[in-house]
């Protein structure tokens, strides 16, 4: 259930339970007024029958009482009037038929008054008695030791309350029907003006918080309890912000410690691979020479196996030496085929011993690109040479350079038809000494190597690959440099 309607039926609730009472209150004053306004008319004619029937009763001329009790019981809002002794026996009555009949309580005489108003359901009536003093004009029949002698009742009809009564509770349920549906459309306007629009925005404001979103903020600037609510939401958000910020920064920084202890490990892992086999050769060479003598020829032999151990170890080092380095380019202008031809002239053995088809080609005018050209050729040497070592039953060799959509940019695709690269490698074949070639063929430098030079100048380089289908290396270099 919604607030709204909570609030609704709430104050809906409450407004009908102030109705209800206030009417039940209003009925019964009503009645109780009726009934004291009936009471006043029964006292007063019960004092005006009284003077008109004193004197009748004082002359003995009962005739003449019986008929003015007959008048005055033909006004049509009294039931009755009658005449009583202290026994409660009708004496006379404005309806004759009552005549001797006792009544059901007798009237106090000991204290020479009266009952109090009653309440005849029956009849609908309330009655009062009013006593008949004994008075010098009554010494000729009665006592003078009886100071009341009697009673006059007098009965009044009580309005028909009942329909009046209906005619209210009508107009109360129709009054409070008209007031909660006037309270309820007024609730509805001013919650919608002052809490509706406001809380469906923090509502709105917290399920983006909930479904990760920190950057939202609550726009509030009252200073109301829900201006200060959307405040204290606003902090609270603010420092699950930096909470999540410090979290993700120690996170990074232990995913990167743990990518540099890995890369750590398999860099020294590559230069023992790659130090020790050469060393491993030298070794065997330097023992078999130190146990017997030989002959020049066989010397010989041994010396060159040597000099290829360090030659190997050289060139491993030097590598090292170029990736950790990262010299900084000596920048000249370049001509890029010019740059390509050389790095296929100078791998032409290597082409044309495993059959490769190649082609360069010149997309439009490409300009000439700020760059180091024996960096560069180094680039392009690693690059070809792997798209040919990718491709040892032969296959087609695909160079071109265009501009790009970007004219600061120049790209160079190395396209080649090779076993291509399996997904799972793709993601490290930049990380130092990473090869999937046969132990001893490669260092896994060169590429790593390529890289930084590329990124030293500015440029990008991007590998894509499909097992079966060959591989595109795409290297894209700055025009005017980086």
């Given at each position: ?22 009417a ?13 306004l009936?009471?006043h ?20 001329e ?31 009555s ?18 020479g ?8 359901v ?9 006593p ?22 007098v ?17 109360v ?18 919650f ?14 917290m ?16 200073s109301?309890e ?20 410090q ?30 086999n ?50 900084k ?6 001509s ?21 088809a ?125």
């Amino acid at each position: 259930m919604s607030l709204r309607l909570k609030m609704i039926l709430g104050i809906g609730a409450i407004l009908l339970s102030v109705v209800l009472g206030f009417a039940v209150i209003a009925l019964r004053q009503q009645a109780k007024y009726q009934q004291d306004l009936a009471r006043h008319q029964a006292e007063l004619i019960a004092a005006v029958a009284d003077r008109s029937l004193a004197r009748a009763m004082g002359l003995g001329e009962r005739t003449v009482v019986q008929s003015i009790l007959g008048r005055i019981g033909e006004h049509e809002e009294l039931a009755g009037i009658r005449i009583v002794d202290a026994t409660g026996r009708i004496l006379r009555s404005s309806h004759p038929e009552e005549i001797g009949h006792t009544l059901a309580q007798a009237p106090a005489v000991d204290r020479g008054q009266g009952h109090e108003a009653a309440w005849d359901v029956e009849r609908r009536s309330v009655g009062i008695f009013k006593p008949i003093l004994n008075g010098p004009a009554c010494v000729g029949c009665h006592s003078r030791d009886r100071t009341v002698l009697g009673f006059l009742n007098v009965l009044v009809s009580l309005p028909p309350l009942d329909a009046e009564i209906s005619y209210h509770w009508t107009i109360v349920i129709v009054a409070a029907v008209v007031s909660l549906l006037l309270v309820g459309a007024m609730v509805v306007i001013l919650f919608n003006m002052f809490l509706g629009r406001r809380l469906d925005l923090l509502s709105a404001t917290m399920s983006q918080v909930e479904a990760g979103d920190l950057s939202v903020r609550v726009r509030d600037a009252s200073s109301d309890e829900l201006g200060r609510l959307g405040k204290s939401f606003n902090a609270m958000v603010e420092r699950l912000a930096e909470a999540r910020r410090q979290l993700e920064d120690r996170h990074a920084e232990q995913i990167r410690r743990a990518q540099s202890l890995a890369a750590l490990g398999t860099m020294a892992a590559g230069i023992a691979h790659e130090l020790n086999n050469p060393i491993a050769g030298m070794q065997n060479c330097v023992r078999t020479l130190i146990r017997g003598k030989w002959d020049k020829t066989r010397l010989a032999q041994y010396l060159e196996m040597l000099q290829e151990g360090l030659e190997r170890i050289g060139r491993t080092v030097g590598q090292l030496l170029n990736f950790a380095r990262e010299a900084k380019p000596q920048v000249t202008r370049v001509s890029l085929r010019p740059l390509l031809e050389r790095c296929l002239t100078l791998l032409g053995h290597e082409i044309t011993a495993r059959q490769v088809a190649t082609s360069l080609r010149l997309d439009g005018r490409v300009s000439d690109i700020l760059g180091d050209p024996h960096q560069l050729e180094q680039v392009f040497l690693n690059v070809i040479m792997n798209a040919i070592e990718a491709m040892p039953n032969g296959g087609r060799l695909d160079l071109s350079v265009r501009e790009r959509r970007d004219p600061r940019f120049v790209q160079v695709a190395v396209v080649d038809t090779g076993v291509g690269i399996p997904p799972e490698h793709l993601p490290r074949i930049f990380d130092p000494f990473f090869t999937t070639k046969e132990v001893g063929k490669n260092t896994g430098l060169g590429l790593s190597v390529s890289y930084g030079i590329v990124r030293t100048h500015g440029g990008y380089i991007d590998v894509e690959s499909t097992v079966g289908n060959g591989t595109t290396v795409r290297v894209d270099l700055p025009v005017n440099g980086g």
